[in-house]
């Protein structure tokens, strides 16, 4: 029998977004075993949603809706009413495309005790290139980045009580943070590198807050004790590529980093 899954969705003022999500929830087959949603107080008519989702889960859905401090405090919210032995969080806006993930990737666990995630690759809806596949990359160094694509991992509850919740101190870069603290306690994963498992809207971040989430990762890397030579190169090449990013878009050739992300990513599938 597989692990028992727990699917965690943040929100605030994007009711239509949490309809998508909710929707996408159901669908997995077989069902989730719960359902948390921590809403950030919305005035939206987010609240009259989760009332009606209520019966549609049959008592697995349960929510709050209160103000929070941020991204990593609604997650730790989630995180603490989560039932599961294994956790997945899915944002307002991301939705399954794969009705089977969450069993299957529950059961990728169940068969490998030392694991203690599963990942896969989504489909990004950029707003440059247009939909594009975002493939995991476990041999990436973690300087130059997040390897994995945090709306697919489904990580098992242990792990939490291990390495600890998500620093409220991150703004951008919570879950880069927790891999960070995984990795450092010697932990990895499983690719399923199946098929592309959540589509995400491209609303995004901006290269701005791009710019402090490397700033936050760098605090991570040295909190983690993993600040050193291999990583510090890793970090370097990302911010050269952060540099020309910014470069091509102040000069106007947006066309020309649409056609880089194409042939980098190439088109979802």
Request: hydrophobic share 40%; charged share 25%; aromatic share 8%.
């Amino acid at each position: 029998m597989n692990l028992t899954v727990s699917v965690v969705t943040v929100c605030r003022q994007n009711r239509d977004e949490l309809v998508q999500t909710m929707e996408s929830v159901l669908r997995q087959a077989p069902p989730v075993d719960s359902y948390v949603v921590i809403d950030g107080g919305s005035t939206d008519g987010t609240l009259a949603v989760l009332q009606q989702y209520q019966e549609k889960f049959g008592g697995r859905l349960e929510w709050v809706s209160e103000a929070d401090d941020g991204i990593s405090d609604a997650f730790n919210k989630g995180l603490a009413r989560a039932r599961g032995e294994a956790i997945i969080f899915l944002n307002a806006g991301d939705v399954f495309i794969d009705n089977g993930y969450c069993a299957r990737a529950a059961g990728l666990l169940e068969a490998d005790s030392r694991a203690a995630f599963v990942h896969a690759d989504i489909l990004f809806a950029d707003r440059l290139a247009g939909e594009i596949r975002l493939a995991a990359r476990d041999g990436q160094n973690l300087g130059r980045g997040m390897p994995y694509r945090h709306q697919t991992m489904l990580v098992r509850s242990e792990v939490f009580r291990q390495v600890g919740g998500f620093d409220t101190g991150c703004r951008i870069g919570m879950d880069y943070d927790h891999l960070c603290r995984m990795r450092a306690a010697g932990m990895r994963g499983i690719y399923d590198g199946s098929r592309p498992v959540v589509r995400m809207d491209g609303g995004g971040v901006s290269v701005s807050r791009e710019r402090e989430g490397m700033h936050e990762a760098v605090r991570s890397l040295k909190a983690a004790g993993l600040w050193n030579c291999h990583t510090r190169f890793g970090y370097v090449r990302r911010w050269l590529g952060w540099c020309l990013r910014l470069l091509l878009v102040q000069g106007g050739l947006r066309p020309f980093l649409a056609w880089l992300k194409k042939r980098k990513y190439g088109r979802g599938v």
